[in-house]
């Protein structure tokens, strides 16, 4: 099964096999069905074919320097988990893949870093459906491949219900807002962007009707620093409703330019002008 990172990974046998079934595109789905009593050595051996589904035979080393993942050992909401990866050596980082392991979806975003990328710590929310292991993978500029990993403790976080009507979570579909740290001379801008995007996983049932909403995600996202990339998202159904992305840029003195393309065709251009150096 192919999905849209252009990854082949087996399918899950999981008893909800029928709400993936809804999704609008193809889902990457791990191999083996997983719970809170899986044994370590059960959990590497489904990473093991994760990572190779997804990078191939490419070697992964693990890493405490190049990447790291924060995130909560026990999630208080599943479906709105904080992450934070950070990755302090500048200049080296030119991708990042965070992969949760235990996900109907485990493939669940990469960041492709452009030159005007600060990419020394990156946060944005996820969904979370078991317990699980995550990954963080860096790829260096010289095309080698490193792993963080982490242990997170949630359940249900893909299928959770928005509280609301589909209606009600499309309304302003691909609004964008942005806020800016203060900027220091000669020094990277942190910024936070907002998306108004209900993310449907495709695993959510309609409080109304008992139908599976049809999936609809954000799938690309690209941020930009006048004519240079900050980073291109690809994203699938682990990221959670309503995207918020904290990163840093290097400013130019031009607008940053946001573009937006979710599963079903939507498209959503947005600007924004960051604040100038204070002394």
Known sequence: MMNRFGKTIPTLALGLALATTTLAGPLVVAAQAAGASDTDQERAARWQEIAKSIFGDRQIAQTDSLVKIDAPARALDAALVPITLTMP????????????????????????????????????RVRVNNYTDMHAVVETQDGKLYEAKQFVKASGGCSAPMGMSDEEAMKGMGDMRMKFADAQPGKPVEATLMVRHPNFSGMQMNQVTRDFTPARYIDKLTVSAGDQKVFTMTGD???????????????????????????????????????????
């Open 89 to 124: 050596k500048d200049g080296q980082i030119k991708a990042v893949s965070l992969i949760i392991d235990d996900n109907p979806a485990p493939y669940a975003a990469k960041f492709e870093f452009g030159p005007a990328a600060d990419p020394a710590e990156l946060k944005l």
């Open 237 to 279: 159904i682990s990221i959670s409703s309503n995207p918020v992305i904290n990163f840093a840029f290097k400013p130019d003195g031009k607008p940053i330019q946001v573009a937006a393309s979710d599963n079903q065709g939507g498209r959503w251009q947005h600007s924004f002008n960051p604040p100038g150096p204070t002394n």
